[in-house]
């Protein structure tokens, strides 16, 4: 059976960072295949993984939208499509949804790419999929089927309400959502008091803190896969230990 885990926090939390260290540590216990969904209209996921974008899912919508070639059925150009979009690697594959949509009606081309996405996701063990900052993915329902939204945040009290607004969200639209957990990113030292106040005041469920990494700074600035960090990164540490915890409790790690 699939197990989703959807992304979420507003812009700047390092969300997707932490999306490809948590696919770099299911490939290291083992688990998959793993589909990974940059749901994101700025993406990139496929530069912290280190793969290359051909094609995205927005663009087989906008051509089933308008053309199918002669001979084709609109669900067979969609099936092809989104076959097209998909970015092979070892142990796990990459879709990258791209841009949104644009005038006019996309009413039936979403229909078949949902029914499609649906039907694609259960030929993985986990779908990981990183969505765009804020709500926006959520208000429109990307996330609804998900057994972890796993929220991030910032070491502040801004960061914190953002993930309680959220989360409060989520459960406001009665999204198919088993756990919803928050991870601060970022902590430079101790978590300041207040803000882990702030946390216990919002009620959130807290996985863990990930400290300061100046090797992700460092990766970046060089164009490097953030998914490539050395296993002793103190960020790497952290979240093999957060996500052992998260994953255990879900049944998917022994």
Do not use: W
Request: proline share 4%.
């Amino acid at each position: 059976m699939t197990m989703t885990i959807a992304m979420a926090g507003k812009g700047g939390t390092g969300k997707t960072t932490i999306a490809g260290l948590l696919i770099r540590f299911l490939l290291k216990k083992v688990i998959k295949p793993i589909l990974a969904v940059d749901a994101d209209a700025n993406a990139n996921l496929n530069e912290v993984l280190g793969l290359k974008v051909e094609t995205t899912i927005g663009e087989a919508r906008e051509g089933i939208k308008d053309e199918v070639p002669t001979g084709m059925t609109r669900d067979v150009y969609m099936e092809y499509k989104v076959e097209q979009a998909l970015i092979e690697s070892q142990g796990y594959d990459l879709i990258v949804m791209g841009r949104p949509e644009g005038p006019g009606c996309y009413c039936h081309a979403n229909t078949l790419l949902s029914g499609y996405m649906e039907r694609l996701c259960q030929n993985y063990q986990v779908v990981v999929m990183d969505n765009e900052a804020g709500m926006e993915h959520i208000s429109r329902l990307v996330a609804r089927g998900a057994d972890i939204l796993l929220i991030v945040s910032d070491a502040t009290q801004r960061g914190i309400l953002a993930a309680k607004r959220i989360r409060d969200l989520a459960r406001e639209l009665k999204l198919d959502i088993k756990k919803d957990c928050v991870i601060i990113n970022r902590v430079d030292g101790e978590l300041p008091a207040e803000v882990a106040e702030a946390a216990d005041a919002a009620e959130l469920n807290l996985a863990g803190c990930v400290p300061e990494d100046p090797l992700i700074s460092r990766y970046d600035t060089q164009g490097r896969p953030t998914a490539e960090l050395p296993d002793d990164a103190r960020s790497v540490q952290a979240l093999n230990e957060i996500f052992e915890v998260m994953l255990s409790s879900q049944s998917l790690l022994p």
